[in-house]
């Protein structure tokens, strides 16, 4: 499904930030990561492909933190030293979907079912200003949804869409621009 500005004029509001989300099956290696060749690995993975406006995008990258404790006489067991942990990334996208397809399907998973994506993907998000112009754009890789949720809202009668908010992990983060 390419992007469409009528899918955008058909709602009830025009947001002044596009954001414009492709694909492509497959990710980043971890020969990649460690060569240091990510960039070039994400221009092997092949076209793109468009699959619509997401309306609302929230990338929510975390570190746990750890304390290093002494239990002696002077520290009595207090934090002496604190150090990060692992990081991850959490992604949570909004898109309005029409009947013709769910947010997996637009991905070319056969199923409404989670447990048929069976490859990890590579997201390519790209933002645009009110004046049409490429503000930004990020590659995510590594992604795996963690649910298909789906709600029915009939809330206007002239306007019966199917409304999803999925959730995702994934490896890595990259700002491409």
Excluded: C
Excluded at 50 to 77: C, H, K, P
Excluded at 99 to 107: K, P, V
Excluded at 125 to 145: L, R
Aim: hydrophobic letters at 40%.
């Amino acid at each position: 499904m390419a992007f469409n500005d009528e899918l955008i004029h058909g709602i009830s509001f025009r947001p002044k930030v596009y954001i414009k989300l492709l694909y492509v099956p497959g990710t980043i290696t971890r020969d990649d990561i460690k060569k240091g060749t990510i960039l070039q690995k994400l221009q092997q993975l092949g076209q793109f492909k468009e699959v619509g406006a997401v309306q609302s995008l929230e990338i929510n990258s975390t570190r746990e933190t750890n304390v290093w404790r002494e239990l002696d006489y002077v520290t009595a067991g207090k934090p002496v030293e604190s150090f990060p942990g692992l990081v991850s990334y959490d992604l949570t996208l909004e898109r309005i979907v029409l009947y013709e397809s769910t947010f997996l399907e637009a991905f070319q998973v056969a199923s409404f079912d989670v447990l048929r994506q069976n490859n990890p993907l590579t997201l390519k998000v790209e933002m645009y200003g009110t004046e049409d112009a490429h503000a930004k754009t990020w590659y995510v890789y590594g992604v795996w949804f963690k649910g298909n949720p789906i709600r029915f809202d009939v809330t206007d009668p002239n306007d019966l869409r199917i409304i999803q908010r999925v959730e995702a992990i994934a490896a890595g983060v990259i700002a491409a621009s």
